[in-house]
T-cell receptor, first 110, second 111 residues
C-alpha cells in the first residue's frame, strides 16, 4: 500500500515563505504531485516531480528526493489568496491512480 | 467538455435510500477516479478506472458502494442503503497522464 505524511497546518504572514514537507512510503513509485484546494472548491493541479530536483512554477516550487522518499512544496511571497489546503499525491505509474496525503492547511495572515 | 462535470452538485437523501452520482470526464481522458472527502479531511480513494482494464476497487469502503464506467466516458457511483456516515463530498477526477482534473464534486447529505 501507500502512505503519505504531511503537516496538518501551517500559519504564515503575507510575503513570507512556507515549505510543506511530504514523506511517503509506497510499493513502486512514479512521481509526486501537488494539488491546491480552496475551501468549498475542487483540488487543482500545481506541480509534478518525476525526477530528483527542483521544479519551479512562478512563486511555487516543488522538490523531490527519491532516495529519501521525500518532497516539499515551497510557497514564496505568500499572498492572502494562497490560504488553502495543499495535498501531496503519489502515483505508481503514468496514468496510475493517485494516492493523496491528508493535506496541509495553510493560513496566510496580513 | 471543457472540464470534469459532476451531477448533482448537492443531494440530500434519507437514510436507507439508494443514490447515484454521475461524472462526465474530460473527453479523451483514459483514467477516471472517485474520491470521498469528509469535512476538513483529505481525499479518500474509492475506485480507479483506466481504459479497458479492470477497475481498482480497493478503496470502496463496503459492498454498498459500486461504480461503473462505460468505455472512456461517463461514470456512475452508486451507494445503496445510505447511512449517515456516507455524508461527504464525492469528487471525480480524470487524467490522461500525470495531471488530474477534478470536478466540483457532489455534496451528499444523509438525514
Amino acid at each position: 500500500g501507500q502512505s503519505l505524511e504531511q503537516p496538518s497546518e501551517v500559519t504564515a504572514v503575507e510575503g513570507a515563505i512556507v515549505q510543506i514537507n511530504c514523506t511517503y512510503q509506497t510499493s513502486g513509485f512514479y512521481g509526486l504531485s501537488w494539488y491546491q484546494q480552496h475551501d468549498g472548491g475542487a483540488p487543482t493541479f500545481l506541480s509534478y516531480n518525476g525526477l530528483d530536483g527542483l521544479e519551479e512554477t512562478g512563486r511555487f516550487s516543488s522538490f523531490l528526493s527519491r532516495s529519501d522518499s521525500y518532497g516539499y512544496l515551497l510557497l514564496q511571497e505568500l499572498q492572502m489568496k494562497d490560504s488553502a489546503s495543499y495535498f501531496c499525491a503519489v502515483s505508481q505509474a503514468a496514468g496510475n491512480k493517485l494516492t493523496f496525503g491528508g493535506g496541509t492547511r495553510v493560513l496566510v495572515k496580513p | 467538455g471543457a472540464g470534469v462535470s459532476q451531477s448533482p452538485s448537492n443531494k440530500v437523501t434519507e437514510k436507507g435510500k439508494d443514490v447515484e452520482l454521475r461524472c462526465d470526464p474530460i473527453s479523451g481522458h483514459t483514467a477516471l477516479y472517485w474520491y470521498r472527502q469528509r469535512l476538513g479531511q483529505g481525499l479518500e480513494f474509492l475506485i480507479y478506472f483506466q481504459g479497458n482494464s479492470a477497475p481498482d476497487k480497493s478503496g470502496l469502503p463496503s459492498d454498498r458502494f459500486s461504480a461503473e464506467r462505460t468505455g472512456e466516458s461517463v461514470s456512475t457511483l452508486t451507494i445503496q442503503r445510505t447511512q449517515q456516515e456516507d455524508s461527504a463530498v464525492y469528487l471525480c477526477a480524470s487524467s490522461l497522464e500525470l495531471k488530474a482534473f477534478f470536478g466540483q464534486g457532489t455534496r451528499l447529505t444523509v438525514v
